[in-house]
T-cell receptor, first 110, second 114 residues
Framework: EDQVTQSPEALRLQEGESSSLNCSYTVSGLRGLFWYRQDPGKGPEFLFTLYSAGEEKEKERLKATLTKKESFLHITAPKPEDSATYLCAVGYSSASKIIFGSGTRLSIRP | DTGVSQNPRHKITKRGQNVTFRCDPISEHNRLYWYRQTLGQGPEFLTYFQNEAQLEKSRLLSDRFSAERPKGSFSTLEIQRTEQGDSAMYLC????????????FGPGTRLTVL
């Protein structure tokens, strides 16, 4: 069964404390892996798309990496404004829909 | 701001009533998606349009749900005979043909069924 699993469910960090979020997936025919950020009461905000194992993308304090079975979202020296839920999603090569994981709720304490 | 817009932002209704939501995608985007999100979960795919054609529909989508995109621009999602289990955030997203994988989401419509 195609599925996306994110861990941990919640993560509390001190400002400046770097860490990584994990997204593991099982899907037949991966078209791409996507990372989104979602603030409470708002729609997801697009961050990155990764297409092949070994690919990396960076944006400010965030870096996303992809292997054949999982992706990591590394956050370096986070700030309180990085607090949000980070969602991972995968797209099929045979369809247009994407499947989301349940997200990781990240909280950064000042 | 030329992002995806959704109306209304909030809707409270009684069980058994019909509700309709509207989504206006980014103007040059020909692909439009509807998702449903409940608390603590990621968005769940409902349906997808390319221009005015509805090309994919989730098998989980009840017959009480219907979506249209009559002129390939805005879209509506109607839920008939609402049930308490329909309470959720309904999200719309759009993408362009040239960058189909990058879906841009609207702010969502929060539905509460009493």
């Amino acid at each position: 069964e195609d599925q996306v699993t994110q861990s941990p469910e919640a993560l509390r960090l001190q400002e400046g404390e770097s860490s990584s979020l994990n997204c593991s997936y099982t899907v037949s025919g991966l078209r791409g892996l996507f990372w989104y950020r979602q603030d409470p009461g708002k729609g997801p905000e697009f961050l990155f798309t990764l297409y092949s194992a070994g690919e990396e993308k960076e944006k400010e304090r965030l870096k996303a990496t992809l292997t054949k079975k999982e992706s990591f979202l590394h956050i370096t020296a986070p700030k309180p404004e990085d607090s949000a839920t980070y969602l991972c999603a995968v797209g099929y090569s045979s369809a247009s829909k994407i499947i989301f994981g349940s997200g990781t709720r990240l909280s950064i304490r000042p | 701001d030329t992002g995806v817009s959704q109306n209304p932002r909030h809707k409270i209704t009684k069980r058994g009533q019909n509700v309709t939501f509207r989504c206006d995608p980014i103007s040059e985007h020909n692909r439009l998606y509807w998702y449903r999100q409940t608390l603590g979960q990621g968005p769940e795919f409902l349906t997808y349009f390319q221009n005015e054609a509805q090309l994919e529909k989730s098998r989980l989508l009840s017959d009480r749900f219907s979506a249209e995109r009559p002129k390939g621009s805005f879209s509506t999602l109607e839920i008939q005979r609402t049930e308490q289990g329909d309470s959720a955030m309904y999200l719309c997203a759009s993408s362009s043909g040239q960058s189909a994988d990058t879906q841009y989401f609207g702010p969502g419509t929060r539905l509460t069924v009493l």
